[in-house]
């Protein structure tokens, strides 16, 4: 089945440690994206990546840093330097960068740091 | 900037019934994109409905429809014949026609509570 992964669904972590989680699309996609979810809120971008090798900041990357080495796969870096990185995190994709083509959502995963 | 506003954040329906979930956004774009996407307990996010801006034709799917008001700048989604699994948090959605940076910019979601 086609689709998109993220593992784990729950992650917990020490404060000041650096957390990588993991996405994973298997529909070819070209675009991907990673947002932030809190209590009460809509979703909020952290980065978007187009094409291999290129990625751009969002609305609230500060903490936060990307890789897109493979089409497929688009891990995403909580930085101890994110000052309140507990949350829900949804990995997104994309076919193509025209178009009303949806974004595909992953399970999401709910960091905690303590 | 885009913005997206949703000004309800919680509506409830009794099962069968119908139920409307507002939504209004600012652009000074002509071309986008608008999507309603559902989140349930699961948290899985899930498109519920899409509408092109340049068509005048409201979207429908199955029991799912809009009202979209260009000069209004006013997306609506209305559920007909609700059911308890329709229960979750609704988000509407902008995305601008242009190729780059096709991202999208979410209101702050609405919670429907389905009452049996």
């Known amino acids: 089945d086609g689709g998109i992964t993220q593992s784990p669904k729950y992650l917990f972590r020490k404060e000041g440690q650096n957390v990588t989680l993991s996405c994973e699309q298997n529909?070819?996609?070209?675009?991907m994206y990673w947002y932030r979810q809190d209590p009460g809120q809509g979703l909020r971008l952290i980065y978007y990546?187009?094409?291999?090798?290129?990625?751009q900041k969002g609305d609230i990357a500060e903490g936060y840093s990307v890789s897109r080495e493979k089409k497929e796969s688009f891990p995403l870096t909580v930085t101890s330097a994110q000052k309140n990185p507990t949350a829900f995190y949804l990995c997104?994709?994309?076919?193509?960068?025209?178009?009303?083509?949806?974004?595909?959502f992953g399970p999401g995963t709910r960091l905690t740091v303590t | 900037a885009q913005t997206v506003t949703q000004s309800q954040p919680e509506m409830s329906v009794q099962e069968a019934e119908t139920v409307t979930l507002s939504c209004t956004y600012d652009?000074?774009?002509?071309?986008?994109?608008l999507f309603w996407y559902k989140q349930p307990p699961s948290r899985q996010m899930i498109l519920v409905i899409r509408?092109?801006?340049?068509?005048?034709q409201n979207a429908t799917e199955n029991r799912f429809s809009v009202n979209f008001q260009k000069a209004a700048k006013s997306f609506s989604l209305k559920i007909s014949d609700s059911q308890l699994g329709d229960a979750a948090m609704y988000f509407c959605?902008?995305?601008?026609?242009?190729?780059?940076?096709?991202?999208?910019?979410f209101g702050e979601g609405t919670q429907l509570t389905v009452n049996p």
């Open positions: 990546s187009q094409i291999v090798n290129d990625f």
């Open positions: 959605a902008y995305r601008r026609y242009e190729t780059s940076g096709s991202r999208l910019t």
């Open positions: 529909l070819n996609h070209d675009a």
């Open positions: 652009t000074s774009e002509s071309d986008y994109y």
């Open positions: 509408q092109e801006a340049y068509k005048q």
């Open positions: 997104a994709s994309r076919k193509g960068l025209a178009g009303v083509y949806e974004q595909y």
